[in-house]
């Protein structure tokens, strides 16, 4: 258990919840949630007339505030020995390069076995009291069947200035996918899609709203302006081709935003959805006319062709650049292999 000061200074005149949130230390990782749920458990108190009992109080310049925070709790979830790929780590963080078919977070129907599992067992006695549990701190996310690269954080300080990057948008993603059709910037069908631009160099653009599909909340749905769902960009680069005529191709996919199933909804929209996808792919068929025997392997991948392969950030606590790449896991160079095999790939 330990506790902190805080003064409320000059000019400040706002509720207690919001004013202490912006003068606690980033390294406490005090947002307001936690702070609300600290005031309702009594932990929060002015020097001069005792425990606080609303995050809506007036603060008044001059105000100290003693804040007591409790020793992080361990949480029910189980650490498991399960084996990581761990590409970086350090007192602060930790990167791994997550397999396909590994859920990140506890959930529904997907109680252990996750990389949560993994990290509370990895990290044992170096997690701090991120939101006031002893946890890994999950700053974003890749979906069950998508591998690649994802970081989470260690202490408190560092899932603050994480958690900051990826809201800002600053963090850089890329992602390399398997798809059906080629981006062509002469497409009229593409042009005329909603949302859907080409920026210099062939790069295609989608922009939308998204949020949860209105009759399968398991998905996700575009929606666009004055509609309901929250902004996102995606931007996808056309590395190569395969197929007479064109049917498949290997893309660069970059988020400007993150949300929930971002790349699949979102290159599913403009038609091009990825290979393997079971619920944004639905019953499109590989062209064996234009594939020939890699038609077969396009029909069988058991999973979205989809792999975190880049990621870039600042140092939460150092400052220090880091970059971060993962090779394409087997079954998907398998895949490219197959592809490539036509002998009708056209790299660009």
Excluded at 105 to 133: F, Q, R
Excluded at 268 to 297: C, E, F, M
């Amino acid at each position: 258990m330990s506790e902190l000061i805080l003064t409320i200074p000059e000019g400040v005149n706002e509720r207690l919840d919001k004013a202490l949130a912006d003068l606690a230390p980033q390294e406490a990782a005090l947002s307001r949630s936690r702070l609300s749920r600290l005031i309702a458990d009594g932990a929060v108190s002015d020097e001069n007339n005792g425990p606080v009992t609303t995050p809506k109080t007036r603060v008044s310049p001059g105000q100290v505030f003693r804040i007591v925070l409790p020793a992080a709790a361990p949480v029910d979830t189980l650490p498991q020995n399960i084996p990581l790929n761990v590409v970086f780590e350090d007192d602060d963080l930790i990167v791994i390069d997550k397999p396909a078919g590994m859920v990140v977070h506890p959930a529904p129907g997907s109680p252990d076995g996750t990389l949560v599992n993994a990290l509370l067992h990895h990290c044992a006695g170096d997690l701090s009291g991120i939101g006031g549990e002893a946890r890994p701190g999950i700053v974003h996310r890749i979906d069950k069947d998508t591998s690649g690269l994802l970081v989470a954080a260690k202490s408190d300080r560092a899932h603050h200035g994480l958690a900051a990057q990826f809201e800002a948008h600053s963090a850089d993603r890329a992602y390399l996918a398997l798809a059906h059709g080629v981006i062509d910037p002469s497409d009229p069908r593409l042009r005329g899609t909603r949302g859907v631009s080409f920026e210099p160099g062939g790069v295609l653009r989608i922009s939308s709203r998204l949020d949860r599909h209105p009759g399968d909340r398991q998905k996700q749905a575009v929606f666009f302006d004055g509609e309901r769902g929250r902004h996102a960009v995606t931007r996808a680069r056309l590395l190569e081709e395969f197929g007479a005529p064109p049917s498949a191709m290997l893309v660069e996919c970059r988020l400007e935003t993150g949300r929930t199933h971002q790349i699949r909804v979102h290159m599913a929209h403009a038609g091009l959805g990825l290979i393997g996808d079971p619920v944004y792919g639905g019953a499109r068929k590989a062209s064996a006319r234009a594939l020939g025997d890699a038609a077969q392997s396009v029909q069988n991948f058991p999973r979205q062709a989809l792999h975190a392969a880049r990621l870039g950030f600042a140092h939460p606590v150092s400052g220090a650049e880091l970059e971060f790449t993962s090779p394409l896991p087997a079954d998907m160079q398998d895949l490219l292999a197959s592809l490539r095999g036509t002998g009708t790939s056209q790299s660009r």
